[in-house]
Every structure is written in structure tokens, then in C-alpha cells.
């Protein structure tokens, strides 16, 4: 019995449907993965930053207590290829710049400290990280808001002193 010449044919369109149907879903996932991970490098960048600034509040007793002249550090020492910018201001907010990392358009975090003095742990200072220019889609999972518990209403202050 001969086989029929269409059926390689057939058989070649076949794998052609599937493997466009998997380049269809790959292609995404693999540009989203590879955008997070440059965007993680970016806030990496803001490492240097944050220790300038955790210095001068644990220098000075506390985030209020910052001068100027505390938060001075060398930002071109912490670019990477996807940081072009690192920028502290007098209250030791921090903006990164990003820059060649697939988003459109690139983003630009603001990390702001949070007086942590009263909180366990040790550490002065937590850090919000928002998102100030960009597409939301592509906020990283380290870039966050803390968790901060609800304030005490009078009520529930008048109950914790009895």
C-alpha cells in the first residue's frame, strides 16, 4: 500500500500550528521575565543610597534629624546597565532612573524611609518603594509598601491602659 505524499505535508503544517501556538505564550512570559529581572537590578542600584541615608538617621538619632550635607555619596559608583540615575533628596527620599530595560516607557522608583525606631527589629528605618513613572505592570515584587498596623482609636487606647 502507498502512503499518500500529502501527509508529510499535513504532518509539517501541523507541528508549524504548534509550535507557533507555544511561541505565542513563550515569547511573552520570557520578555516579562526578562524585564522583572533587569527592573530588580535597577532597585539594586538604590542599595548604596539607602545605606548613605540609614547612616545619617542612625548618625543624627533619627529621620527628622537629617541635614544636607549628611546624604552625599557618590551615585555614578552605583549605576548598573539599567540604573541611569540614583538621586537622594534633603529627606532622604531616594529616585531611581531606569533605563534599557524593555519597559515602555522605562520606570522610575521613589523609595521613601519610615521610621522604624519604635518597631522590633533593630533597623531605624523600613522602606516604601512606589512607583512614580511607568506602566503599574511592571512593579517588581521587592518594590513595596510595608505593612503598618491600623492607628490606635481612643477606644482601643482607653482599653489597653485599664
Known amino acids: 500500500m502507498q502512503r499518500p505524499k500529502s501527509v508529510p505535508l499535513i504532518t509539517g503544517l501541523a507541528l508549524l500550528a504548534i509550535a507557533a501556538v507555544i511561541a505565542t505564550i513563550a515569547i511573552p512570559a520570557w520578555r516579562s521575565s526578562h524585564i522583572t529581572q533587569?527592573?530588580?537590578?535597577?532597585?539594586?542600584?538604590?542599595?548604596a543610597a539607602k545605606l548613605v541615608v540609614m547612616e545619617a538617621v542612625t548618625t543624627r538619632g533619627g529621620l527628622n534629624q537629617l541635614k544636607p550635607g549628611d546624604l552625599v555619596f557618590n551615585a555614578q559608583s552605583s549605576l548598573n546597565p539599567y540604573a541611569s540615575r540614583v538621586d537622594i533628596s534633603e529627606s532622604g527620599r531616594i529616585t531611581i532612573t531606569t533605563r534599557d530595560t524593555g519597559a515602555s516607557p522605562d520606570p522610575?522608583?521613589?523609595?521613601?524611609?519610615?521610621?522604624?525606631?519604635?518597631?522590633a527589629g533593630g533597623s531605624p528605618?523600613?522602606?516604601?518603594?512606589?512607583?512614580?513613572?511607568?506602566?503599574?505592570?511592571?512593579?517588581?515584587?521587592r518594590c513595596a509598601r510595608p505593612a503598618t498596623p491600623p492607628p490606635a482609636t481612643p477606644a482601643t487606647a482607653a482599653s489597653a491602659k485599664s
Not at 533587569?38 to 542599595?47: H, N, P, V
Open 38 to 47: 533587569r527592573l530588580d537590578e535597577a532597585l539594586q542600584a538604590g542599595e
Open 108 to 119: 522610575v522608583f521613589l523609595l521613601t524611609p519610615l521610621d522604624n525606631s519604635a518597631g
Open 125 to 141: 528605618l523600613i522602606w516604601s518603594c512606589d512607583l512614580i513613572a511607568g506602566n503599574p505592570q511592571w512593579m517588581p515584587q
